[in-house]
């Protein structure tokens, strides 16, 4: 079910729970800002989520209230994972769904990067 991403931060939503290492990931990468991991149920070859490390609910969540620190440190760990990755050369995509109509799943900011394949068109035709 898609989530209200108007909602406070539930400390209990499942990626909260990954960050505090009470369920496990495939992590890729990990710093002070940004924690990437495999998707458990992958919608390209390369599917990956890069969620920051403080509680945020939703990209509107984040850009309003996270600090420009944790902003630039967020952004920068999506492009070291997508280049360590190998994505840049053919190109990939990054979604983050936002609520309702976002169809947002886990109530904590997650940016979807996918590659190894042509991705086709943004939305069906
Ligand atoms: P969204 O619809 O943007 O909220 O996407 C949530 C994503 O989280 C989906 O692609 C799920 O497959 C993924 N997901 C859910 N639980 C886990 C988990 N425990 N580990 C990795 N990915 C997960």
């Known amino acids: 079910m898609p989530i209200d991403a108007t909602l406070p931060y539930d400390d209990a939503n499942i990626f909260a729970r990954i960050l505090r290492g009470e369920l496990p990931c495939t992590a890729v990468f990990?710093?002070?800002w940004a924690l990437a991991f495999h998707d458990i149920n992958p919608q390209?070859?390369?599917?990956i989520l890069v969620i920051p490390t403080g509680r945020y609910v939703s990209m509107d969540d984040f850009s309003a209230r996270a600090s420009d620190a944790e902003i630039s440190g967020f952004f920068r760990a999506v492009g070291h994972v997508a280049r360590t990755l190998g994505l840049v050369e053919p190109g990939y995509r990054l979604l983050a769904n936002v609520g309702q109509?976002?169809?947002q799943e886990v109530p904590h900011l997650h940016i979807h990067l996918f590659g190894g394949k042509p991705l086709g068109p943004m939305l069906a035709r």
């Open 30 to 32: 990990r710093d002070q």
């Open 44 to 47: 390209a070859p390369t599917h």
């Open 101 to 103: 109509d976002g169809h």
